[in-house]
């Protein structure tokens, strides 16, 4: 055995860490099963995993290696993905339909990956068929390395708080309407860790704060469709991570939280001793939903008042919020180097793309896509063609144009897979004509949101972008008839989702993958296909393809 075994740890029923001399492993076992909760009262079908609805904390460090052995105990074929873990040099454990086929009903994968150089908030959730809809997600956090300073002092302890939209209908229900052509509507209800509370009744509380101490809370929107506002009765919210950065540390009353986004806000107990309701509402919508949940103090038995904080009201406050978050350029995040020593404004543009999201009816039902391409998953994963040099089989590179036309008036359904050249610093600006709101995701990498305006986007807008301290992160809101843009360096070879975080977008076509090839075929640029992988489509059966050295 290579490297000298240091310490053998117990953590969990499911968990086993094996600590050598290199990063330390940690081994989970999860199994995939059905259920039935009632989120908003009503029973109905669920995903659990380990019989958890939502699924257990995944709790983590910086560098230390993940190894998740999932088993697929449902009916249909089941996938997880890692929002915003970048998978250095390995996409193949980012599961999504482009790089991973799916686990087969009644069989087992097991996942192998590395937080490397990451710290933060990040969650997991199914991205097969439409099984978010009924669960299987949870929270997943990297905590810094003992010898990396964080820029505040520990917390009293660490909380998850996942937010999100909900739907009474189950999901194969739901995927039915979808397949029709016809649109969800809107959601049933908001969720707070997979409950929803009424103000007066008889809520247990979701945390408890001792008087005097600060608390972490892990704010993540894990929902559909619908950005969540969220706020804590009589407290503030003070800002310090957001997606894997530390942030400018301002304090909140409220924060608009958009799909797919994570926060993380340091709450301190420091006011009577009794209960307070945490509020979650939906923003956007043409009907606000909302829910509570209670967090007590610690020997406290009065209960939470019944007037609640107000929501904000309008998107002009929510852009303005946006604006107000800095990279806090002093603190060091998972590296010892401070954030603010990586100074990407300096670094000229070599290719502009701009994506315009759409929605148009192809054969009378409803479609959504990028520049013009509705993206379709192919039964044999992108990746997986490339990687056995039979692309031209199943895709071709590069069907949309980085400058898409003035107006967009139809959709062809196709998979949409754009060339990007290694290490190349390329700006990205979403566009969104609609009048609704819009949240983009990308896999594989963490890119600087520079800017988000109304109207749309000209050269001339570069003048306003901030070159300076714009977060790191890797989900932008786009507001409604608005842009936003992005920059970020290819440098992680593989093939990545970009995605609408809307998951009714995302089903029907609103998403499309980067191709980033390594030159070399190198170990150093790009790892080789695990022996574990599971061959599908055109693919399957076949000798695997000489490894990288």
């Keep these: 055995m290579e490297g000298r075994l240091l310490t053998v740890l117990v953590c ?8 050598n001399a290199g990063d330390p492993y940690f081994f989970y076992t999860w199994n995939v ?33 993940v190894v998740i052995n999932v088993f697929n105990n449902l009916d249909e074929p089941f996938l997880l993905t890692w929002n915003g873990i970048q998978h250095r040099k390995n996409c193949w454990q980012d599961g999504v339909a482009g790089t991973t086929c799916p686990i087969p009903a009644g069989q087992n994968f097991t ?5 490397k150089d990451q710290i933060g908030s990040y969650f997991y959730y199914p991205t097969t068929s439409l099984h978010r809809f009924a669960g299987g997600f949870g929270g997943l956090r990297v905590n810094s390395r003992l010898l990396i300073p964080v820029p505040y002092a520990d917390p009293e302890d660490d909380y998850t708080v996942l937010l999100g939209d909900w739907y009474t209908s189950g999901h194969t229900a ?20 997979g409950k929803s509370g009424k103000v007066g009744g008889k809520n247990e509380p979701l945390f408890t704060m001792k008087p005097g101490k600060t608390y972490k809370y892990r704010l993540c929107n894990v929902g559909f469709k619908s950005t969540i506002n969220f706020r804590i009765q009589n407290h503030k919210m003070k800002l310090v991570e957001m997606e894997g950065s530390h942030v400018l540390q301002n304090d909140y009353d409220s ?33 606000e939903l909302s829910t509570v949940g209670v967090i007590r103090y610690a020997g406290s038995n009065v209960q939470a008042s019944a007037e609640l904080p107000k929501a904000p009201v309008g998107w002009a406050w929510s852009l303005n919020q946006f604006r107000s978050y800095r990279w806090n350029l002093t603190a060091s995040a998972a590296r010892p180097n401070p954030q603010g020593s990586y100074h990407y404004g300096r670094i000229n543009i070599t290719r502009s793309i701009k994506l315009v999201n759409s929605m148009s009816m192809v054969n009378g039902k409803v479609r959504f896509g990028f520049n013009g391409v509705s993206h ?57 004509h609609e009048k609704s709101m819009q949240s983009f995701h990308l896999d594989g990498y963490s890119f600087f949101a520079v800017a988000s305006e109304p109207g749309r986007w000209t050269p001339e807008k570069r003048e306003n972008y ?8 890797h989900t932008v809101q ?26 009714e977008r995302r089903y029907l076509g609103q998403q499309l993958y980067v191709s980033v090839l390594s030159p070399e075929k190198s170990l150093r640029d790009e790892y080789n296909i695990p022996l574990n992988t599971n061959l599908c489509g055109i693919v399957k059966g076949l000798p695997m393809p000489a490894i990288y050295t």
């Design 12 to 19: 969990l029923a499911s968990t086993v860490a094996i600590v």
């Design 33 to 65: 099963t059905y259920g039935t909760a009632s989120p908003l009262g009503v029973p109905q079908k669920v995903i659990l995993i380990n019989g958890q609805f939502p699924g257990p904390n995944l709790n983590s460090t910086s560098n230390n290696n």
């Design 111 to 115: 996942y192998h990956f590395q937080p």
């Design 174 to 193: 739901l995927k039915k309407l979808l397949d029709s052509g016809r649109t969800l509507g809107l959601p049933n209800g908001v969720l707070i860790n």
């Design 255 to 287: 924060l608009d939280v958009h799909v797919g986004q994570c926060f993380a806000v340091l709450v301190t107990a420091d006011q009577a001793a009794k209960d307070y309701y945490m509020v979650a509402s939906t923003r956007f919508l043409k009907k």
């Design 376 to 432: 379709v998953d192919t039964e044999t994963p992108l990746k997986l063609a490339e990687y056995f040099q039979m692309s031209e089989k199943v895709f071709k590179y590069n069907v949309i144009k980085d400058e898409p036309a003035a107006k967009i008036t139809a959709l062809t359904v196709e998979p949409n897979v754009l060339n990007i050249t290694f290490r190349t610093f390329v700006e990205i600006i979403f566009e969104n």
């Design 466 to 473: 901030n070159l300076l301290d714009a977060v790191s992160r």
């Design 478 to 503: 786009v507001y409604p008839k608005s842009w936003s843009a992005i920059l970020l360096t290819f440098d992680n070879a593989g093939m990545w989702n970009i995605r609408s975080e809307n998951l």
